[in-house]
């Protein structure tokens, strides 16, 4: 009875032994979980990893760019090796950005310009420029002596951070490799520029000399795009219009080989390529003494 009483003792003591220590062991798995809840997960963690991300997708973009162009990348700007950071293609530059507010959105354009005037390269109907008095980068055929800066340097468009357009200006005409990006960042096209005028322009001459410019037929990949020419042997113009993927759209124009009375033609076409219902119509003719014989508005 003694000895019994002593077994069933000793096994109910080992059991409560047992129990106290797997309570020990549930507290400290309890502690630790906690402990793993209560840990904070700051901003400054997974967006940075989102950041750098991006900044990888953009600075491997950028080196093609670059490469093309035969410079380096160097604080922000692309710079050739011996190349201050305020010059372009030997000529000193000024540096700013103007930034537009949309709603919630931000679009900064920085760039380059300089403040004494070269002529922009011939042939060229888009002209970029700083209107200084305005504050904005304007396009026109005609450039503003008085109150622009020619665009001369690296030039970059963002929204909200993110790159949308990137390339160089030439003394106020695009020039070398620019890229186009949607706001995913992603590459939707890339266009190349001598000097103002598509790589793939097609120039035709008068002469063998190659000084009388006789057409302009700009080509992008393949095909008929941008600022179309003609001239006379005279040097006068003979018809201009534009392109957009092989198609005239917009006016065109044509006109005599004079100097007095030399508006000859005016004809409308549609504003987008490929419009079948619209009919293009000759809105204004001229005869050869200026007299107005056609004149049509719709």
């Known amino acids: ?31 630790d979980t906690l402990q793993a809840e209560n840990v904070e997960l700051t901003t400054e963690v997974l967006p940075s990893i989102e950041l750098n991300t991006k900044a990888k997708k953009q600075d491997k973009e950028k080196k093609g760019l670059l490469a093309e162009m035969g410079l380096k990348k160097g604080n922000g700007f692309a710079q050739s090796a011996k190349t201050p950071k305020n010059e372009y293609l030997g000529k000193k530059t000024a540096r700013t950005f103007i930034k537009h507010l949309r709603g919630e959105n931000i679009m900064i354009e920085r760039f380059q310009y300089i403040n004494d005037y070269q002529a922009p390269p011939p042939h060229n109907e888009d002209i970029y420029f700083l209107n200084k008095k305005k504050r904005e980068i304007v396009k026109s055929a005609k450039f503003d002596k008085e109150n622009g800066a020619l665009l001369h340097g690296h030039y970059r468009k963002t929204w909200n951070g993110e790159t949308l357009e990137e390339g160089y200006f030439y ?128």
Not at 5 to 12: A, E
Not at 237 to 264: C, F, L
């Open 171 to 298: 003394f106020g005409v695009k020039h070398g490799r620019w890229e186009i990006f949607d706001k995913d960042t992603n590459l939707v096209d890339k266009f190349y520029y001598d000097k103002g005028l598509y790589e793939d322009t097609q120039i035709t001459y008068y002469d063998a000399g190659k000084t009388k410019v006789k057409e302009i037929t700009p080509m992008h990949n393949g095909v008929k795009h941008g600022a179309y020419k003609a001239y006379y042997e005279s040097g006068r113009p003979k018809e201009r219009g534009e392109y957009i993927d092989g198609e005239k759209v917009g006016k065109w124009y044509e006109y005599y080989d004079q100097t007095k009375y030399a508006r000859k033609r005016e004809t409308v076409y549609s504003s987008r390529p490929f419009d079948e219902k619209f009919q293009s119509y000759i809105t204004k003719e001229w005869d050869e003494k200026g007299k107005l014989i056609i004149n049509v508005t719709k």
């Open 1 to 31: 009875m003694t000895a019994r009483f002593l077994f069933f003792t000793f096994v109910i003591v080992f059991a409560l032994t047992l129990t106290s220590a797997s309570g020990q062991i549930l507290d400290i798995e309890e502690d």
